[in-house]
């Protein structure tokens, strides 16, 4: 089949207006994708409805991100047909998907970090929107801000905002630029239970305006309380093609996504040693601009434990990772590891036990450019024992990361792969393969599974489980409360920089612990 090419960036095309509610807004049939040898797409199929949210799922490198890119127009595909509102529309570039209309929330932003929030949406828009000053661009986007509930300083510097608050940007973006078809990347996987309650509805609301909402997504309770209908998606093929949601459970989805049974994660026996690993007593950060200080913290992680720390986003999640890994210098209080006070300098934590899996795995945690091998050895390259470096060869770090891919089961990727080729799901294993090496008896997690998909996140959580029943202490940040409440042997309370005592998990429930978050306990 030949690909039916358009290219209509050379035009300021109106957007697309919706023929009719439930008429066929996007139609893409035996579309494929090939990024070497490595097959993206074989043979998708996807129909979607004005006047519809629909849900597609697949696990992490299903090829549901290609699809959405190729509809998006980053790039083409290989094969296969491509309707827009009727017509044959394959675009050559992303101003060519948004003048048709389409616009697209990356789950990965696509923000430029040291311009404020104003220029980005001036950047993005402020020609096809019209703009011809700064008043102009102000008054439009705080007026469309306001409509959809977000507040957002618009003076402020991207790279300064919030992960959460970020995705309010991109979504303001699409949105100033006309976009009646909306591909939203896992738009609850950075939010707060709170916060993802009112992004679905707020999907339902453009839906029901009578946009085209494509919703990709791994949380399976997502479907069921928003979208029409679903298409699942597995190695590059479609494998349920736009069912009603209401008729499948999320037992069927699972299966359907994975092609079998998932993977269980158990807690198993949640005791731990008495013995302290790390402790911070009456910690204390400078109160920064756009920054969330921590207010006199106080914290026990106890040899074989997983600690859980719940909260909304923005309430010093962040900073308390920066502080116990050493890149956010503490006013008072003190960083106790193993009983000793904590190195100042990161690489010294590290080279005491101290690892850590941050939240924004391609900007923090990965070297995008860099291969899988590459990113494997930078710990053995910068560490503080020069001697350590004479042995790291191409040949060892081609080894080492096989054997990495093969024991974490890193799909689409062999050692020269660039990091930022892969899924969010093989990023976090590649992560983990890195910060599992070696000795190590203190783990600091942020949102380990975010955005993964339900056999990815088992197999994170069952890594995590494992650590914990070798002795590691575990320190898992999170706002996903089923997460905490699955693996956690106690939990605290992190609201406003200030950190609660922690429990037991069996004392408290989802119930008690939301209460806590939303009173600031």
Not at 159 to 182: H, P, T, Y
Not at 349 to 375: I, M
């Amino acid at each position: 089949m030949t690909l039916a090419t358009t290219d209509r960036a050379d035009k300021e095309a109106e957007p697309v207006l919706p023929a009719s509610r439930g008429a066929v807004a996007v139609r893409m049939q035996a579309v494929r994708k090939a990024f070497g040898d490595r097959i993206a797409l074989d043979g998708a199929d996807l129909s979607v409805a004005w006047g519809e949210v629909h849900a597609l799922l697949g696990e992490n490198g299903a090829g549901k991100s290609s699809l959405m890119n190729i509809l998006a127009g980053f790039y083409g595909a290989d094969d296969g047909l491509i309707e827009v509102d009727g017509a044959p529309a394959a675009f050559a570039e992303p101003k060519a998907a948004s003048a048709a209309g389409i616009g697209m929330i990356h789950q990965h932003f696509k923000l430029v970090g040291p311009l404020t929030v104003l220029e980005n949406l001036r950047l993005a828009c402020g020609r096809k929107a019209g703009w011809t000053s700064n008043e102009a661009a102000l008054s439009a986007s705080q007026a469309m801000a306001q409509d959809l509930g977000f507040v957002i300083p618009m003076d402020v510097r991207v790279d300064q905002l919030s992960v959460s608050e970020q995705q309010k940007v991109e979504i303001l973006k699409v949105l100033l630029g006309g976009a009646r078809i909306l591909i939203m990347d896992e738009p609850t996987a950075v939010l707060a239970e709170s916060e993802a309650a009112g992004m679905l509805e707020l999907a339902r609301r453009l839906a029901d305006d009578g946009r085209a909402v494509i919703l990709i997504t791994h949380k399976l309770r997502d479907v069921s309380a928003t979208a029409d209908r679903v298409t699942v998606m597995r190695a590059g093929k479609t494998v349920i093609d736009g069912a009603p949601a209401r008729g499948l459970s999320a037992a069927e989805l699972a299966r359907a996504m994975v092609g079998g049974e998932t993977a269980v994660v158990r807690r198993g026996n949640a005791s731990f040693s008495a013995q302290v690993v790390l402790e911070l007593k009456g910690v204390g950060t400078p109160a920064a601009e756009h920054d969330v200080p921590l207010r006199d913290l106080n914290l026990r992680l106890h040899k074989g434990e997983i600690l859980g720390v719940a909260g909304l986003g923005g309430n010093g999640q962040s900073e308390l990772l920066e502080t116990i890994i050493g890149l956010r210098a503490p006013t008072h209080g003190d960083i106790i590891m193993h009983g000793e006070t904590a190195p100042v300098q990161p690489a010294d934590r590290r080279e005491a036990g101290l690892r850590f899996v941050p939240a924004d795995r391609f900007h923090l945690g990965l070297f995008g450019s860099l291969s899988l091998a590459e990113n494997l050895a930078v710990p053995a390259l910068s560490g503080r024992r020069p001697e350590k470096r004479y042995w790291v060869t191409k040949g060892w770090m081609r080894g080492r990361a096989e054997g990495s891919i093969r024991d974490y089961e890193i799909a689409g990727g062999v050692a020269d792969t660039q990091a930022r080729l892969l899924s969010g799901g093989n990023a976090q294993k590649l992560i983990l393969a890195r910060e599992f090496e070696g000795d190590f008896s203190i783990l600091i997690v942020h949102s380990p599974v975010r955005g993964l998909d339900v056999r990815a996140a088992a197999a994170v959580q069952n890594r995590l489980l494992a650590a914990a029943a070798r002795g590691v202490g575990v320190l898992m940040i999170s706002e996903d409360l089923d997460e905490v409440l699955a693996l956690s042997s106690r939990v605290a309370v992190l609201s406003h920089g200030r950190l609660s005592d922690a429990m037991p998990i069996e004392q408290t429930d989802r119930a008690e612990l939301g209460r806590l978050i939303l009173e600031g306990h």
